[in-house]
T-cell receptor
């Protein structure tokens, strides 16, 4: 399977604990995005990497959140001191320049976080 | 910034056409997209339209763009039960990040 993969698919944690999610993009894609989707809403942008450089962070990404893409391949998203409001689906997408002139984003299946 | 709004629910009979509507506020999106999300599955890009186009047809899908009214629609011809899903329209911002609406849940009944 050469699609975007995310691990774990589900995570249940207690409030105050730290969690880390991993995203493996499609191998030749240099752009990587993280989004968060809460129930009944569309995904909201969190952060963007071009290769290993984190070029944009949403104001939704409080100082408890940190993301890395150390070698321009896989990425991790860490949430420290989790709160119940962090419960959501965390989606990763990767893209590269497409033949039709667009950067089509391919999404992974997501990591569903439940904070109890 | 961009704001994207959609109606939340649409119910159609199998075989009929479905029309899902979307309005957006920021006209600077170069492309506008339609994504499909099925339960337990990731987001799938259905189609997109370049902002200087009025219409794009792709098999059963027709996208209409009214730039003056900042209105985007997705028409699905001959809707099937397999089309039941949540449909998101999205604009694009800096670094091509996607800005999604809340999604329209399409229910197809016999």
């Amino acid at each position: 399977d050469t699609g975007v993969s995310q691990d774990p698919r589900h995570k249940i944690t207690k409030r105050g604990q730290n969690v880390t999610f991993r995203c493996d993009p499609i191998s030749e894609h240099n752009r990587l995005y993280w989004y968060r989707q809460t129930l009944g809403q569309g995904p909201e942008f969190l952060t963007y990497f071009q290769n290993e450089a984190q070029l944009e962070k949403s104001r939704l990404l409080s100082d408890r959140f940190s993301a890395e893409r150390p070698k321009g391949s896989f990425s991790t998203l860490e949430i420290q001191r989790t709160e119940q409001g962090d419960s959501a689906m965390y989606l990763c997408a990767s893209s590269s320049f497409g033949g039709q002139g667009i950067y089509e984003q391919y999404f992974g299946p997501g990591t569903r976080l439940t904070v109890t | 910034g961009e704001d994207v709004e959609q109606s939340l629910f649409l119910s159609v009979r199998e075989g009929d056409s479905s029309v899902i509507n979307c309005t957006y506020t920021d006209s600077s999106s170069t492309y506008l997209y339609w994504y499909k999300q099925e339960p337990g599955a990731g987001l799938q890009l259905l189609t997109y339209i370049f902002s200087n186009m009025d219409m794009k047809q792709d098999q059963r899908l027709t996208v209409l763009l009214n730039k003056k009214d900042k209105h985007l629609s997705l028409r699905i011809a001959d809707t099937q039960t397999g089309d039941s899903a949540i449909y998101f329209c999205a604009g694009s911002g800096g670094y091509n990040k996607l800005i999604f609406g809340a999604g329209t849940r399409l229910a197809v009944h016999p």
